[in-house]
């Protein structure tokens, strides 16, 4: 299709690259689900092409094609955590442990999960989870406490920290995320990598709490008209 010369669209776009989307039921290590395997210490993401929309929505990994271009005015991180009560048999102890775990989760990616972005060679942001709020989704409790849910920051437009000067990916420009999990310290149970590849009170297992994080940069997209 062709386009028409000299001509620019810019729309608002968020783009997104998951680092852990998995429903707990396998035990990361030695089985991985939905292309995701165990987790480590460093990660880099917007690598996949052609992967599918929940997973990420950048059809070439790390670049944009063409000449198009990206203003970066806010970044944001996704937390999900669940634990799948319909797939096993629950037990008040169970049911207790995993429910500690689900809000363990929350307040581990907020402190041992650091981002690092990346346009070029040159770094341009890095970050701890806490200081990059998706500021929508999931917040608070059902009546239920079981089922707590809480979101990385509060679900209002007024909790989106904008960048102080935005970030520009020009034409052709390469662009990284990297995630560095930190672990707080050895004590059973404190490790984040621990934690998202599966942890039960008997060890090394599928702890079927659902895990989705994304990273998703956000701003004004440049592009050509067809």
Same mark, same amino acid.
């Given at each position: 299709?062709?386009?028409?010369?000299?001509?620019?669209? *810019?729309?608002?776009?968020?783009?997104?690259?998951?680092?852990?989307?998995?429903?707990?039921?396998?035990?990361?290590?030695?089985?991985?689900?939905?292309?995701?395997?165990?987790?480590?210490?460093?990660?880099?993401?917007?690598?996949?092409?052609?992967?599918?929309?929940?997973?990420? =929505?950048?059809?070439?990994?790390?670049? %944009?094609?063409?000449?198009?271009?990206?203003?970066?005015?806010?970044?944001?991180?996704?937390?999900?955590? *669940?634990?799948? %009560?319909? =797939?096993?048999?629950?037990?008040?102890?169970?049911?207790?442990? *995993?429910?500690? *775990?689900?809000?363990?989760?929350?307040?581990?990616?907020? =402190?041992?999960?650091?981002?690092?972005?990346?346009?070029?060679?040159?770094?341009?942001?890095?970050?701890?989870?806490?200081?990059?709020?998706?500021?929508?989704?999931?917040?608070? %409790?059902?009546?239920?406490?079981?089922?707590?849910?809480?979101?990385?920051?509060?679900?209002?437009?007024?909790?989106?920290?904008?960048?102080?000067?935005?970030?520009?990916?020009?034409?052709?420009?390469?662009?990284?995320?990297?995630?560095?999990?930190?672990?707080?310290?050895?004590?059973?149970?404190?490790?984040?990598?621990?934690?998202?590849?599966?942890?039960?009170?008997?060890?090394?297992?599928?702890?079927?709490?659902?895990?989705?994080?994304?990273?998703?940069?956000?701003?004004?997209?440049?592009?050509?008209?067809?």
């Amino acid at each position: 299709m062709p386009k028409i010369v000299g001509t620019r669209e *810019r729309v608002h776009q968020p783009f997104y690259d998951t680092l852990i989307r998995v429903d707990g039921s396998t035990n990361l290590r030695t089985t991985p689900q939905n292309g995701f395997g165990a987790i480590t210490a460093r990660t880099q993401l917007f690598q996949r092409s052609g992967a599918d929309t929940a997973v990420t =929505n950048l059809a070439t990994g790390g670049q %944009f094609p063409s000449d198009q271009t990206f203003v970066i005015l806010a970044v944001r991180v996704w937390t999900y955590f *669940r634990f799948n %009560f319909e =797939n096993v048999a629950v037990t008040p102890a169970l049911s207790a442990d *995993r429910v500690a *775990r689900v809000h363990k989760l929350y307040h581990q990616s907020q =402190n041992q999960m650091f981002w690092d972005f990346a346009a070029g060679d040159k770094p341009q942001l890095t970050t701890f989870t806490a200081y990059t709020p998706f500021a929508g989704g999931l917040d608070g %409790f059902f009546n239920d406490s079981r089922l707590p849910r809480a979101n990385n920051g509060a679900p209002t437009s007024s909790a989106l920290m904008r960048l102080a000067r935005p970030i520009l990916i020009p034409p052709r420009q390469g662009f990284k995320v990297v995630c560095t999990i930190s672990d707080i310290g050895p004590a059973p149970g404190a490790s984040l990598i621990a934690q998202l590849n599966g942890l039960t009170e008997a060890g090394e297992a599928a702890d079927n709490i659902a895990k989705d994080i994304k990273y998703l940069i956000d701003g004004i997209h440049s592009r050509d008209v067809l």
